[in-house]
């Protein structure tokens, strides 16, 4: 509990650092989410640590809008996006994914016959 309890403070603290170059940003983000729990002791509940990569959409200055599946090539008719929209207070780490630090690799040949 003492961890987290300064994790957040350093975060408040940060919290006007973490802005970001530009609107197509990839994003690393961990953060502290919400935890629904149904009939158990509500005094042994706490919150859990998530992760999510995706570009970064929209930023003020309380909260990011994450899209972590979007569209490459929209028809004229597809706007959608999926994502997440996480509270900057609850933000414990934030990376910015440069694309010269991917490595590609082919895991599975998905266009050839065995």
Same mark, same amino acid.
């Given at each position: 509990m003492a961890s987290r309890e300064c994790n957040k403070k350093q975060i408040k603290k940060k919290k006007e650092i973490i802005k970001f170059r530009g609107k197509t940003a990839l994003l690393y983000i961990k953060y502290e989410?919400?935890?629904l729990f149904l009939y158990c002791n509500p005094?042994?509940?706490?919150?859990? /640590?998530? $992760? =999510?990569?995706?570009?970064?959409?929209?930023?003020?200055?309380?909260?990011i809008c994450i899209s972590s599946d979007r569209l490459v090539d929209p028809l004229p008719n597809e706007k959608r996006?999926?994502?997440?929209?996480?509270?900057?207070?609850? /933000?414990? $780490? =934030?990376?910015?994914l440069l694309p010269n630090s991917f490595k590609q690799i082919r895991l599975?040949?998905?266009?050839?016959?065995?």
């Open positions: 989410d919400h935890v005094y042994e509940m706490d919150s859990c /640590i998530r $992760e =999510v990569v995706g570009w970064l959409t929209f930023e003020n200055e309380t909260k996006e999926s994502g997440f929209v996480i509270l900057k207070n609850n /933000i414990i $780490e =934030v990376l910015e599975v040949d998905y266009g050839q016959k065995a």
